[in-house]
């Protein structure tokens, strides 16, 4: 499941941004958010992108228009937009969310999932860090991270994350995958293979992992290999 690269920032956010505080200067909160909209974005009403018969988005943007400076509801509507392939009216809600709170660290696991859609990578990383730091026990955000060090080659540090991620919650399906993913290249076939039949248990759908199974099963079974012409 690479993740597409492309374009190493969000279109449209302008260069001068606004600084958060605490030990860190979220670069990234970045890129979401400019110093000229500050508090403004939070009650503008957002220009909505999606067919507006649909009643779920309705019902969001009834909840943004009822409570505009309440953050989870930018932050509903910004997943809503993830999950139907809406970049872009993503990125509108999460400026207004950070214009209000920058305290949680889902909201900044969804701006890193907005990033890893538009192929900038290295603000996804930057975002999940943010992310880890403000909960350590937040295990999708230390997979997704792993999950980008593994697609940079950056084994140990994948591995490091990984791990992280399935000491916060041990049945974390695609932890144990990309934790497979690292073991084949590092040539661990056996330890891969144990991953992937983990991950397995997990989410019995998980194609991926039932994918690279047989691709190892065949590999050492020439004799299929032979016997079928594959």
């Known amino acids: 499941m690479p993740v597409p690269r492309g374009r190493n920032r969000l279109p449209g956010i302008p260069a001068c941004l606004t600084v958060v505080s605490l030990s860190l200067s979220l670069s990234l909160a970045f890129s979401l958010f400019s110093c000229q909209e500050g508090n403004k974005a939070a009650q503008t009403e957002v220009v909505q992108r999606a067919p507006a018969l649909d009643p779920e988005l309705s019902e969001l943007n009834r909840r943004v228009r009822s409570e505009p400076r309440n953050p989870a509801h930018y932050h509903t509507r910004a997943r809503y937009y993830l999950r139907t392939g809406q970049c872009e009216p993503a990125m509108v809600d999460l400026r207004s969310l950070f214009s209000l709170d920058t305290s949680q660290a889902g909201y900044f696991l969804t701006a890193a999932e907005v990033y890893i859609k538009l192929g900038a990578l290295s603000q996804a990383d930057d975002a999940l860090g943010v992310a880890t730091r403000k909960d350590p026990k937040l295990a999708d955000a230390h997979v997704k991270r792993g999950e980008l060090a593994y697609l940079n080659k950056k084994y140990n540090t994948a591995m490091y994350h990984l791990n992280e991620g399935l000491k916060a919650d ?12 690292v073991h084949l290249e ?3 076939r056996q330890p891969a293979e144990s991953s992937f039949q983990t991950c397995i248990e997990q989410a019995p759908e998980h194609k991926e992992a039932m994918m690279q199974l047989g691709l190892m099963w065949q590999y050492d079974n020439p004799a299929y290999l032979i016997v079928t012409g594959k």
């Open 186 to 188: 590092q040539g661990k």
């Open 170 to 181: 041990i049945h974390h399906a695609e932890g144990y995958f990309w934790k497979g993913m």
